[in-house]
């Protein structure tokens, strides 16, 4: 159903719009626009009252949220991933559910995830966060830190889209070799794709690039855990359902993964975090880095993302008037 002209839009957004540029000011032109803090309970009390969510990855929008969601006729979100949001509840209520995941030419721009991607696989390998805090206690020991170094590794990149392309690039200048596994077939001559077997058991360093969806939702498991190449460095930027936590727990213990870096967790936005298994294991080993979901934070990524949906959001809401 169309709306009058005459009538402006209302629009809760939970995401800092600290910027002022002319994405922002069409939406500001057509909607009127209330800034919250990023709390559940928050949204759950007020959600009823709009017309449009800019919504924020810090929290859910669940079934309970969009059950209350009376008038809401769209979520808009500046992230690929849209776990955050139940999507398939929303769609059937009626609520669309804007994201970028598509938008390929800003996502081009935005090398952000890849980078943190390597310093993850960097951080891990040379040790530094162990190395750092020895040196601040006065612990000068350069031989209990000795690392290994990545030419002549092999790295494995787990989906072979956007991000996977980084990778290879980065790889090629550590002097690695390349392999990469992706659903589709790949027409790099460059990166030598294999089967998933062969990406776990010739991996010394893997990286995971691929979506999380129900098939892809605990596909790292305890069986995958051991094809692995023994010692394996694991890197995820990607979503925490994809890794069987628990698994990854035993191999980690066990020295078969010898270091994994995850940038997402399972279960981010509940309020417990500090009891969450894998905080508590790294917490007192020094095989594990955990980081709060920050590898497409930049202040760059950050603003573009949120301009672009600012803009894109205004267009869609134009469409229903």
């Known amino acids: 159903m169309k709306r009058s002209c005459s009538h402006r839009w209302k629009v809760l957004c939970n995401d800092k719009l600290w910027f002022k540029s002319d994405a922002l000011r069409v939406l500001e032109d057509i909607a009127d626009i209330d800034y919250q803090e990023a709390k559940y309970e928050n949204l759950l009390e007020c959600i009823d ?12 929008t669940d079934a309970k949220v969009l059950e209350r969601a009376k008038r809401l006729r769209v979520i808009a979100t500046p992230s690929t ?3 955050h949001i139940d999507v398939d509840f929303a769609i059937e209520k009626g609520i669309a559910v804007l994201d970028i995941a598509k938008e390929y030419t800003l996502l081009d721009n935005f090398t952000a995830t890849a980078e943190m991607t390597w310093c993850l696989i960097l951080s891990l390998i040379r ?52 392999i990469a596994y992706d659903i589709h077939h790949l027409s790099d001559s460059n990166v030598r794709q294999v089967g998933l077997d062969t990406l776990l058991s010739d991996s010394d360093v893997l990286t995971i690039h691929i979506h999380l969806t129900k098939e892809t939702r605990g596909l790292i498991s305890h069986e995958v855990f051991y094809k692995m190449k ?3 460095i694991i890197i995820n930027t990607s979503r925490g359902g994809i890794i069987d936590e628990e698994a990854l727990l035993d191999a980690l213990k066990t020295g078969q993964v010898g270091g994994a870096g995850l940038d997402v967790i399972n279960g981010e936005w509940d309020d417990n975090l500090a009891d969450h298994s894998l905080i508590k294991y790294a917490k007192t080993h020094e095989n594990l880095i955990i980081t709060p979901h920050i590898a497409g934070s930049t202040v760059e990524s950050i ?5 672009f949906m600012a803009k894109k959001l205004a267009d869609y809401l134009k469409s229903l008037t």
């Open 230 to 232: 023994p010692g394996i």
């Open 303 to 307: 603003v573009d993302a949120r301009e």
């Open 81 to 83: 991933g849209t776990d």
């Open 49 to 60: 009252h709009y017309d449009a969510y800019f919504a924020s990855a810090h929290i859910k």
């Open 127 to 178: 040790r530094l966060p162990w190395a750092f805090e020895a040196a601040k206690n006065g612990f000068w020991a350069r031989q209990h830190f000795a690392g290994h170094q990545l030419m002549g590794k092999t790295l494995g990149i787990m989906g072979y889209g956007r991000l996977g392309k980084m990778m290879a690039k980065i790889g090629k200048g550590f002097r690695m070799h390349i």
